[in-house]
């Protein structure tokens, strides 16, 4: 089983800035894909950035590209979710997520993943 706490959610202003942590315990191993997804209101929960731990590229959304970045920090065995000049469309429930075997063929994919946090909610307002 893995475990994920996420946290680092709270009400912003339209362009400002938030990080958003998931600390990960239990069955874990390097190269784990690890993601954050999001759901807004009356909206389908949606990938917006993942990586395999500490190998290669992360991925995001085309939605987020430019202004999200996604890292992890293996000593902590934290996922972080650093985002900026955020919109009102960014408001949702964000959730961390992992994939208990094996590497995600499409990371952005919530199907790919078998655990996942409680989620932390992201309101932006103008």
């Known amino acids: 089983q893995v475990r994920l706490v996420e946290s680092g959610g709270g009400s912003v202003q339209a362009g400002g800035s938030l990080r958003l942590a998931c600390e990960v315990s239990g069955f874990t191993f390097p190269g784990q894909s690890r993601g954050w997804f999001r759901q807004a209101p009356g909206k389908e929960r949606e990938g917006v950035a993942a990586?395999?731990?500490?190998?290669?590229?992360?991925d995001y959304a085309d939605s987020v590209k430019g202004r999200f970045t996604v890292t992890h920090d293996n000593a902590q065995n934290t996922l972080y979710l650093q985002m900026n000049s955020l919109k009102l469309e960014d408001t949702a429930m964000y959730y961390c997520a992992a994939r208990r075997a094996g590497s995600a063929i499409r990371r952005l994919d919530e199907r790919q993943y078998s655990d996942w946090g409680q989620g932390t909610q992201v309101t932006v307002s103008s």
């Open positions: 990586l395999a731990t500490g190998r290669g590229s992360p």
